[in-house]
C-alpha cells in the first residue's frame, strides 16, 4: 500500500531528472546537427545548467528515504520483477550521484561543449594546440571525478565502471592481452598476403541515392522511423530523448560507399537496442542501455555480424546494384564481400575492419591509463601516438588530424573509460549472435532474403527489452549461462576470416 | 561593494533560469522542426518539466531577498543605467511569477505541447473536434492563470498584460475602435475597384530557388546566419535560444511566390530584433523583445514598410527576374509592386494583406474576450468564426482549416493576449520608421540601392540593443516623445494605398 505510495513518488522524483537529461541531449543533438557557430557559448552554459540541476534533483535526500523505504519491498519481490529492479538500480545510480558535486558536473559539462567545439576546429585545422589547453583540463577534471570514488586500485577503474560497470582497468588488461594474443598472428596472417580488392566500392557514388540506399537497408532492420530520424554529423552517433524518439546520424563520402552505409547499420544498432526497451521504463532509470559494451555489442553485430555476411548481401547487392548499375556493374558477391571485409592495417579506427580494430582500441585503452596514472602527459600525446600506431598498426600518420585528433570522445566528454566498450562490444556481438543462433537457427536463411524479424525479436526479448534491469555482467551470464569469453569472437573471426583469406 | 556581490549572486540565480528557458525553446523549435512523431508524448513533458522547474527556480525566496538588499543601490542608479534596469525589470518577473505555481505552469506547457501535437493533425483534416477538447482545456487553464492576478477590470487584463505590458482590453478595444473606423472606408474604397492583378506571384516557382532568393535578402537586411539559421515549419515563427542564436522558420509554396519570400522577411524582422540585443544582456531578464506589440513592429517594419514598398523593389526585382526570368518576364516594377500589394478580403490572417490584416486581428480579438468572458463558447466557436468572417471580411471559409484551425496560438498556448500585438505592431511599425526617417531622411534613397545599414543601425541603437530595458510605453515616449498613437500608420496606409489605388 505504502510501498505503491513510495514507489509512485519516486517513479516522479526520478521522471524529473530523466526529463532533464533527455533534454540535455537534445541540446547535444542540436549541438552537433543544425546550431550555428555564434550559439555555441550558450549551448555550453545551458547544458551544464541542465546536468547541474540534474544532478541536484537526483541527489535530494527525499530520493534516498523513499529508497530506504522501499528496501523491504526490493527484498520481498523477485530479483528480476520491474519494481525490484527500479528500486535496485535507481539506488545504484543514486549512490553513484551522491559523490559527485552537483556543480563539478555542471564544469565537466560546460567544459566538455566547449571542448567539443574548439575539437570542431581543430581536428579540419590539423592543430592539437588548439584543444591542448583543453585537454588538459580534461584530464584533470576526469582525475577529480575518479578521485570522489576513493579506494580503487587503478585510478581509472571508477571511470570504467561509469560505462562498464563491473570491469576493471586490471580485468580488462587481462581480457585484451589474451585477445591480443590471439588476433595479432590473425592479422599477420591476412596482411602477408596481397589485400582484397576493394576498387568497386572506391568509385564515385552520389550522396543522395546512398543516403536512400542506407536509409531503406535500416528500415528493413527494423530501425522505426516514426521513432527516429537520420542527420548527418561529422562523427556519426546514436542519441535518445525518449523511447519514442532515438536518433542516429550519419556521414557520407561520394567517394566511398562504405562510410554512410556502415555508419547507419553501426548506429541503427544502437537506436533499435534503445527503441526496443521496454515502454513500461519510458522515463525512468531502467531505460536505456546498461553499459557502454553491451551498446556496443549490438551496433557491431547489426553492422558486421550482419552487414558484413555473405548471406546478406546475397539479398542486398543485387539491389544495391540496381541503385548504382554502372558503378557496380559485374561485381560479384563473392568479390563485393572481399571488398566490405578487407583487413589492413590502417590509421582511422572508425574505418577500420573488424580484425584490426581492437588494436585501435587497445591503444587507446593504454593511453587513458596511462595519462590517468600520469605516466603520460598531454604534451607528449601526438608524438606517443605517430610512435603507437607504427608500432601496433605498421602505418604512419600524415597529421594529427588523422592520429589523435581523430576520435570526439576525449574532447567532448572524460578521458578514462571511452574506449574499453567498442571491444567488449566486438566480444559480445558474437556471444550474443550465437545464443541467437543456438535458439533459431533459421536466422541465416532469414537473413538471406532481407528478413531480420526472427533475429531481431530473440534481441528485444533477451536484450532490448530487459534494457538496465540486468547489469552487463548479468545479462551475459543470463543469456548465455556463463562469464565473459572471447571464445566465440575468436572463432566468428577465425572463421569468418579463414574462408575469406583461405588462411 | 556588497551591491557588486549581490548584483552578480542575482544573476547567476537568474541565469540558470535563463538557460532553462533556453533550454525548453530548443525542445519546442525540434518539436516544431525535426522531432518523429514518436516522440511527442515525451516531449510534451519534457517541456513542461522544464518549465515547472525554471519556475521553482525563478520564485526562490533568496531571489526576493537578494531584490529587496538591492533596492537602495536600484534607487542611486540612474533609470536608464544597466544595472538599475536590470534590477527592476528582474523584480516585475519575479513578483509576477510568484504569483503563478511552478506545478501550473508545468501543466500548462505539458498541455501546450500535447494540444500542438493535436492540432498539427486537425487542421489538415479539418477536424475540429480532435482538438476542442484541448481547447476547452486551454480556456479553462487560461481562465485560472488570469485569477492568480485578482483585481483586473476584464479577466482578459492579466494576460494581455504578459504580452503587452501596460495595456488592458478597454484600452485596446478603444485603440482598436478607432482604428477601425479609419480602416473600413480605406478598405471599402480599395475593395470597390477591380482587384490587383497578382497573376505574376502565382506561376511554378521552384522551391529550391524561392529559399536562395529568401536567404539573400534577409542576409542583407543583416540577418546574421552565424548566429541563426533558416527551416521548415508548417507555421512560420522566431526562436531564440540565445543572443548568438536566433533561428527563424518559413514556409514554402511552389505556386506562390510571396509566401516563402514574406514569411522570411517577417521572421527576420523578429529576429533581428534578439539579434541586436546588448551583447552584455545575454542569458538574463533584459535579453529578449520588450512585448509582444513591439516585437511585431519590427517584424512588420520589415515584412511590409521596407519589404513591400516600391523603392525595395526597384533594387530586388531585376534580381528577383534574374533568378526567375521565365516567370517574370516583361513585369514591370509597378506591376510587381501592385501585386505584392494586392488588398482584398481574404480568409486567412497571415496571407492577409496591409491593410485588411487588423480586421483579421480584431475578430480574434473579441473572441478571446468573449471566451474568456463566458460570452462564447468553445463549442460554438467554429461556427461563430464563420458567421464573423462573412460579416467582416465578406467571405466564407470552404473549412474550419481555413477557419478556426488556422491559427496555431490558441492549439500552443492560451486563449487571451495573443492576437492584439499584431495589430499594436502594424500601428508602431509606422511610429517607429518615421522617426528613423526623421532622423536620417537618407534612408530610401539607401533602400533603393538594396542596402540597410543606416536603417537597421537606427533600429539597432533604439530598439534592438535596449531590449527588455524599457517597457513598450517607455520605448515609445522614448522613441517619439509621445504616447502610443495610430496616426502615422493611418498617414502610411493612406498615401501608399491612395497612390497605389488612385483613390
Known sequence: MDNQKNLEELKSLLGEVSDLNNAN???????????????????????????????????????????????????????????????????????????????????????????????????????????????????????????????????????????????????????????????????????????????????????????????????????????????????????????????????????????????????????????????????????????????????????????????FWEHFLPKLQAKFPEQLKGVSLDTFHAAINKVEKSLIRTDADEVTYNLHVMVRLDFELQLLEGSLSIRDLPEAWHERYEKDLGVTAPSDSDGVLQDVHWYGGIIGGSFQGYTLGNIMSALFYNEALKAHPEIPNEMKQGRFDILHNWLKENIYRPARKYTAPELVRRVTGNDLTIEPYIQYLKTKYGELYSL
Open 25 to 311: 541531449a537534445v541540446l547535444g543533438w542540436d549541438q552537433a546537427t543544425y546550431m550555428p557557430s555564434g550559439g555555441a557559448p550558450a549551448r555550453g552554459r545551458q547544458m551544464a545548467t541542465l546536468a547541474t540541476v540534474a544532478q541536484e534533483k537526483l541527489i535530494n535526500p527525499k530520493i534516498g528515504h523513499l529508497l530506504d523505504d522501499l528496501q523491504k519491498y526490493e527484498e520481498s519481490q523477485p530479483f528480476d520483477s520491474d519494481d525490484a529492479s527500479y528500486i535496485r538500480v535507481a539506488r545504484r545510480d543514486y549512490e553513484r550521484a551522491l559523490k559527485i558535486p552537483p556543480a563539478f558536473l555542471g564544469e565537466l559539462n560546460e567544459h566538455g561543449a566547449n571542448s567539443y567545439q574548439a575539437w570542431t576546429e581543430a581536428r579540419p585545422a590539423n592543430d592539437f594546440s588548439k584543444v591542448r589547453p583543453n585537454l588538459e583540463k580534461t584530464l584533470d577534471l576526469s582525475r577529480q571525478l575518479a578521485d570522489f570514488f576513493p579506494g580503487y586500485e587503478h585510478i581509472a577503474d571508477p571511470l570504467i565502471d561509469f560505462a562498464d560497470y563491473g570491469m576493471k582497468a586490471a580485468s580488462i588488461r587481462t581480457l585484451f592481452a589474451d585477445l591480443r594474443a590471439n588476433l595479432v598472428p590473425i592479422v599477420k596472417a591476412i596482411t602477408s598476403q596481397a589485400p582484397a580488392d576493394d576498387s568497386c566500392l572506391r568509385k564515385h557514388y552520389p550522396e543522395a541515392q546512398q543516403a536512400e540506399f542506407g536509409a531503406d537497408v535500416v528500415r528493413q532492420y527494423g530501425y522505426d522511423f516514426n521513432r527516429g530520424r537520420i542527420d548527418r554529423t561529422p562523427h556519426p552517433f546514436m542519441t535518445s530523448f525518449s523511447i519514442g524518439d532515438v536518433r542516429i546520424t550519419t556521414r557520407v563520402k561520394e567517394d566511398f560507399l562504405g562510410e554512410l552505409l556502415f555508419s547507419n547499420l553501426h548506429e541503427a544498432g544502437h537506436a533499435m537496442y534503445e527503441q526496443g526497451n521496454d515502454s513500461a521504463y519510458e522515463g525512468g532509470p531502467l531505460a536505456g542501455g546498461t553499459s557502454a559494451g553491451v551498446h556496443e555489442s549490438q551496433s557491431r553485430l547489426w553492422e558486421n555480424v550482419v552487414g558484413r555476411s555473405r548471406g
